[in-house]
């Protein structure tokens, strides 16, 4: 079964830390990796990453996928109270078109 | 665009009864995805559409649940009869194909629903 796994469960940081959530998985091929950030509703898109090695970045945040390692990393640089959410990663294993979520990553930053 | 439009935001239902959610997907997306996201299993994989067709059901858990695409523009995913245990946040969410690869994955802000 593919299989998607985020750590750590949770994380509770001060505002200004700097962050890296892990996503690793046991799906050798896929199509995409996806970051989705969850506040109190609908999921909403971050990142997609195709390629190993190249970086994503939009302003503080950024990601990177290994694929020989088989596990993707969301960075957050000087964290803000408004980073606080459920960080969700999920894959699109190649043979399908379907989304497989992780269970997420639950951040708090403390002002 | 609207984005995926979901109906009703909360539902609240006495076991034994029929529940109806709906979903609007993005006009033009070929693909619709209804999620069931819970705090003890996160967002599980119902079922998905391609073209109005259902492609994989897997994730169903019973034949209590049933969903449909009739058009486009329009699914349902129907429970009957409900139980408690069905009580979550169902997300319906749509995406297309393009240059041959999956787009990211719109959802819609998700039904709430309780099962007494």
């Known amino acids: 079964e593919d299989k998607v796994v985020q750590s750590p469960l949770s994380l509770v940081v001060h505002e200004g830390d700097t962050v890296t959530l892990n996503c690793s998985y046991e799906v050798t091929n896929f199509r995409s990796l996806l970051w989705y950030k969850q506040e109190k509703k609908a999921p909403t898109f971050l990142f997609m990453l195709t390629s190993s090695g190249i970086e994503k970045k939009s302003g503080r945040l950024s990601s990177i996928l290994d694929k020989k390692e088989l596990f993707s990393i969301l960075n957050i640089t000087a964290t803000q109270t408004g980073d606080s959410a459920v960080y969700l990663c999920?894959?699109?294993?190649?043979?399908?078109?379907?989304?497989?979520f992780g269970t997420g990553t639950r951040l708090k930053v403390l002002a | 665009d609207a984005g995926v439009i979901q109906s009703p935001r909360h539902e609240v239902t006495e076991m034994g009864q029929e529940v109806t959610l709906r979903c609007k997907p993005i006009?033009?997306?070929?693909?619709l995805f209804w999620y069931r996201q819970t705090m003890m299993r996160g967002l599980e994989l119902l079922i998905y559409f391609n073209n109005n067709v259902p492609i994989d059901d897997s994730g169903m858990p019973e034949d209590r649940f049933s969903a449909k695409m009739p058009n486009a523009s329009f699914s349902t995913l129907k429970i009957q009869p409900s139980e408690p245990r069905d009580s979550a946040v169902y997300f319906c969410?749509?995406?297309?194909?393009?240059?041959?690869?999956?787009?990211?994955?719109?959802f819609g802000q998700g039904t709430r629903l309780t099962v007494v």
């Open positions: 969410a749509s995406s297309s194909r393009q240059e041959g690869k999956n787009t990211e994955a719109f």
């Open positions: 006009s033009g997306h070929d693909y």
């Open positions: 999920a894959l699109i294993p190649s043979g399908t078109y379907k989304y497989i």
